[in-house]
């Protein structure tokens, strides 16, 4: 027992002292440089006091080794973070320093610190907490606080709801780029790796084409892969010009999804390789037995038990394109990535990396939770048990 | 077998066709209400802001434009999107005409006028390609350091940096491959004034404004470019260049020879803005986009309004 | 009624089925015995064409099997495996209702169907109709495996080890309902075994098979009887003509005269126990009694020695 809660102690621990180091957070007059480098205590004034207790009454929880006190650690963790990002944001107006109209305040490495440990306390807490639905709600419930928080203007003295004003005209629209490159990528890729998943368990010779142009395919590196399709996309292009209107280009998304498209159906081929190897084949042949038609037996029984391993071939293909489609916006696609490239300001940089971020660990999480839904998933080995008559 | 590997590759090419679908364009009542105009420039701030003049002042005067201000990130495929017919109006540097041209180390680049008249000569000759009056600018590439390094040494123009690089002073120099192999760049600084930078001394990459301001790596002096909006901001001096070694980059709206044919009063409707354009006006727009976080639109629209050419709202 | 006629399974140069023919009555059950390698599983897998036969011919109520569409050959079959195969997927009602559902019944008579199934394989709806596979145990899902198989009413059911892979006792149970189930539904059956207690208490017919050939096809008694096959005695053990007495019941050969002895057996028993009692007991007659304990007659030593020679005349 004192073994695993040594980890979530040191944590909480180094969360205090993130709150207590002299760079928390940094303060720029404009919108590139650090003038200041300001304490949490500087910073937030009396709400330090307010945080410092939060951390410790979360301290006492996690001491205290118990269910509930799990439970409630995590509901007292996320409450810091929201009132860390609303108080700091309240802060910059009475900061004693030279300030203009635009200037703001940006995570220092002393915060940055507290949002790693902090994170490290609520997923350690987590794997003791036993109700699935608990810190789900916990975080939807933050998120909501400070989506509204946002809204209302509240969290304006950050540097990254700074950035979103100036950025706001485009914002959207490449979010929604972003999005359905990701989906018509991943739309692609199913369409074509789910059937060759299945091909190739069934042929060799398939087996031996699919996997040699995918080995090349996957050691090229994005950049240069996206960069030589340009080639023939420009070629087409040139010659038929009435592709244009399709998107075939030159540039535009269009490269940087074939190459996209290219790296999803890697792991969808594999994982639907290996579901449809493990379909036990005693169930194929008493299928048969019973009269099945072969496409019956494919779609009612092959298919549904490959499901969960081409599930998690989906999902693998899924978060590798969220993040892929940032290259998209180096030969004009639009997306995230026009503001992950953006070097000058952090803060840009995270208006294109939280969405990511957040789309990535639901699309995980979500797949993850769908197959385990599914009635019959991780019970392989209960059925091998079952017809040895244990 | 084969069958089925064409099949996949025609939905996969239609997927990708379906996704890469072009751009949402502002669509406005008007004069080519069927053809827009495609106005592209890529993400920085200058391009941006340039940009959104041209779009604003063309709307104004009743063209519809499709705005692709921002697309893309790189400057090198800039041209090509022109040339290969991906945009009808852009933005360049009458001294990027001497790499069109070839003509690396020619004097005529270093007057604006001359650069300009020559440039716009090829272009239209080879390329059908117009471009429109310049900017009375100058973003060209020069040295700068910080202003308390610049005190400290007594730099005020290049012939102090040279005395203080001969004396032995500590040098880190961040610079751009490219301006440390032509005749009007790091060589031609140090031919005419008379120093050379140590191969130890020169970090080659990027320039490093940043990093300089902050002192980061001990980088202490970076090639910039003159009309970099964060130049106050992260306190920098450029140092003075009396020589004028490097070419004169004056910026000029480059537009399709066809579509000029077709509308000739855009040549008016931009120049009315792009002669107000000094390097100090540049500065000034440049850095309320860079250190002031403002969105170009904003404040391409602010200046217009200012020098009367757009209604306030 | 089954009829195999010069049936051969080559595999490349190893025949697995030589030329074997058989033919088995409608209603009955016909063991195929033999040990593992000899062909039984291999004939079993031709009949419903799992396996195509190299050569010969398979007849089901006079109609060549190669007549009937497959699909419909193999949905008028139920089929039982050792290793069961219930979907993982489906839960117990959706398994049982593989079959039906392919024939498109409409969802009312399948629920019927569903609860009869589960009734006749002494299963309780309500508890076991929803649970998936992975919560039965062995002989629970067995249970459900032949349920399954006999949910379209097919007229023939073939078995292949099917209580193989569960504990001696749930097997003894399984086997006893299996056989008041077939006295009920009186279906063709063709069970595959190596176990020869199995062949003889489920068997009307044994058909024992080595190495491909069919050895000998008879009655478990007339094995005893008619049989020269020496490797058929050798196989069948020396204590086979006891095992052969478990089919016999007390009370079936039971003569009606006085019943002297004071050693009473039901008249339920089998003959191995009559004979068990017997020896127990040192009695060489025994009174054989109904279930209220009144004597219905006696049965004597002699009688249980000559009971397959008379039952065979």
């Not at chain 1, 203007?153 to 700074?162: E, H, P, Q, T, W």
């Not at chain 1, 368990?201 to 395919?217: G, P, R, V, W």
């Not at chain 2, 399709?256 to 931009?270: S, W």
């Not at chain 3, 149970?173 to 003889?200: C, G, P, S």
Request: proline share 4%.
């Amino acid at each position: 027992m004192k073994r695993y809660n040594k980890t979530i102690i040191v944590l909480v621990l180094i969360s205090g002292v993130a709150l207590v180091l002299p760079q928390f957070m940094y303060f720029k007059k404009l919108r590139i440089v650090a003038n200041e480098i300001i304490s949490a205590l500087f910073c937030l004034g009396d709400a330090f006091y307010i945080v410092m207790g939060l951390i410790f009454i979360v301290l006492v929880l996690v001491l205290l080794d118990k269910h509930w006190a799990y439970c409630a650690a995590e509901l007292f963790c996320c409450a810091a973070f929201v009132l860390l990002l609303y108080y700091e944001s309240q802060s910059l107006e009475s900061l004693p320093l030279e300030k203009t109209e635009f200037s703001r305040l940006s995570f220092g490495p002393g915060m940055w610190l507290w949002l790693a440990s902090t994170a490290g306390v609520i997923i350690k807490a987590s794997e003791r907490v036993k109700l699935k639905w608990w810190l789900p709600l916990i975080i939807s419930i933050s998120a909501l606080l400070i989506a509204a928080l946002a809204v209302e203007g509240r969290l304006d003295g950050l540097a990254v709801m700074k950035e979103y004003y100036s950025q706001k005209s485009m914002y959207l629209e490449n979010l929604i780029t972003h999005i359905t490159i990701t989906l018509g990528v991943m739309a692609a890729a199913i369409i074509i790796g789910v059937p060759l998943g299945y091909l190739v368990q069934k042929s060799k010779a398939a087996e031996k084409i699919t996997f040699s142009i995918i080995n090349i395919t996957e050691t090229i590196p994005g950049i240069s892969f996206i960069a030589l399709l340009m080639i023939p996309f420009a070629l087409l292009s040139t010659k038929y010009p009435e592709l244009r209107q399709f998107g075939i280009k030159q540039f535009g998304a269009g490269p940087a999804c074939v190459a996209l498209t290219f790296y999803a159906v890697f792991p969808i081929v594999h994982n639907t390789r290996a579901g449809f190897k493990l379909v036990d084949g005693n169930f194929v042949e008493v299928a048969k037995a019973m009269g099945m038609s072969g496409s019956t037996i494919f779609f009612k029984i092959m298919l549904p038990l490959a499901f969960p391993a081409i599930i998690n071939g989906i999902r693998i293909a899924a978060v590798y394109t969220v993040t892929g489609t940032t290259l998209a916006s180096m030969i004009g696609g639009g997306g995230l990535g026009y503001y992950m490239l953006q070097t000058d300001s952090m803060d840009t940089v995270l208006l294109g990396a939280i969405p990511v971020v957040i789309m990535a660990f639901s699309i995980d999480k979500g797949l993850r939770s769908a197959v385990r839904l599914l009635p019959f998933v991780g019970e392989k080995r209960s059925i091998e048990g079952a017809e040895r008559g244990i | 077998m084969k069958k089925a590997i064409s099949m996949v590759l025609a939905v996969a090419m239609m997927a990708t066709m379906l996704v890469g679908c072009g751009k949402k364009s502002e669509e406005k009542k008007v004069v080519n209400a069927d053809d827009p105009i495609v106005l592209m420039l890529p993400s920085t701030s200058e391009y941006e802001i340039i940009g959104y003049m041209t779009l604003l002042a063309l709307e104004k005067g009743g063209y519809a434009c499709e705005n692709k201000i921002g697309a893309i990130s790189g400057l090198d495929m800039l041209r090509e999107m022109m040339l290969s017919d991906e945009c009808d109006i852009t933005m360049g540097y009458t001294g990027n005409g001497m790499y069109y041209m070839e003509e690396e180390g020619e004097k005529v680049w270093n007057s604006l006028q001359d650069g300009y008249a020559r440039i716009k000569d090829y272009d239209k000759k080879t390329n059908n390609v117009d471009w429109l009056s310049p900017a009375p600018a100058n973003n060209t590439e020069l040295l700068a350091v910080t202003k308390e390094f610049a005190a400290a040494n007594n730099i005020e123009d290049m012939y102090d940096f040279a005395e203080y690089v001969n004396n032995g002073g500590e040098l880190k120099l961040a610079t751009p491959q490219y301006w440390v192999e032509y005749a009007q760049g790091l060589p031609g600084m140090e031919k005419a004034y008379g120093f050379k930078v140590a191969e130890n001394q020169l970090v080659i990459g990027a320039k490093a404004e940043k990093e300089v301001s902050e002192g980061t790596d001990g980088m202490n002096c970076t090639m910039i470019f003159t009309t970099d909006g964060r130049i106050d901001e992260l306190g920098l001096y450029v140092i003075k260049d009396p020589l004028e070694i490097p070419p004169v980059y004056a910026p000029c709206l480059v537009a399709k020879g066809a579509v000029m044919e077709a509308y000739p009063e855009i040549a008016d409707l931009t120049n009315a803005f792009m002669k107000t354009l000094t390097t100090e006006v540049l500065i000034g727009l440049n850095r309320k986009v860079d250190s002031e976080g403002a969105d170009p639109e904003t404040v391409a629209r602010d200046y217009l309004v200012s020098i009367g050419l757009l209604d306030a709202e | 009624m089954i009829r195999l006629e010069s049936i051969r399974k080559d595999y490349g140069s190893m025949t697995a089925v030589k030329d074997l023919s058989l033919e088995i009555p409608a209603g009955e059950i016909c063991v195929l015995l033999g040990l593992s390698g000899c062909g039984k599983s291999t004939t079993l897998r031709m009949i419903n064409k799992l396996i195509p036969p190299s050569s010969g011919h398979i007849y089901i109520n006079g109609k060549d099997a190669d007549e009937y569409p497959v699909e419909k050959l193999r949905q008028s079959m139920g089929y039982v495996v050792q290793s069961i195969g219930l979907f993982p997927h489906f839960t117990v009602a959706e398994n049982i209702a593989t079959v039906p559902r392919l024939l498109k019944w409409d969802n009312a008579r399948l629920d019927r169907r569903i609860r009869e199934m589960l009734m006749m394989v002494g299963l309780d709806y309500d508890t076991y109709s929803k649970k998936y596979p992975n919560e039965l145990s062995g002989g629970e899902a067995q249970r459900v495996g032949v349920a399954r198989a006999l949910a379209a009413d097919p007229p023939i059911l073939l078995m292949d080890e099917p209580f193989g892979a569960v504990d001696p006792l749930s097997r003894k149970h399984l086997q006893n309902e299996f056989l008041k189930i077939q006295r009920e539904l009186k279906k063709t059956v063709i069970f595959v075994t190596h176990d020869v207690e199995e062949a003889i208490k489920l068997g009307d017919k044994i058909a024992i098979m080595n190495c491909g050939e069919l050895q000998e096809y008879d009655t478990p008694e007339g094995l005893i009887i008619r049989c020269k096959n020496q490797f058929v005695k050798d196989f069948l053990g020396s204590e086979y003509a006891i095992r052969v007495l478990a089919r016999f019941s007390a009370g079936g050969i039971a003569h009606e005269r006085d019943a002297k002895s004071e050693v009473c057996v039901p008249a339920s028993e089998n003959l191995q126990v009559a004979l068990s009692v017997m020896i127990e007991r040192g009695s060489s007659s025994l009174t054989v009694t109904s279930q209220d304990g009144t004597s219905v007659g006696s049965i004597s030593i002699g009688d249980i020695v000559d009971v397959l020679r008379n039952t065979e005349n």
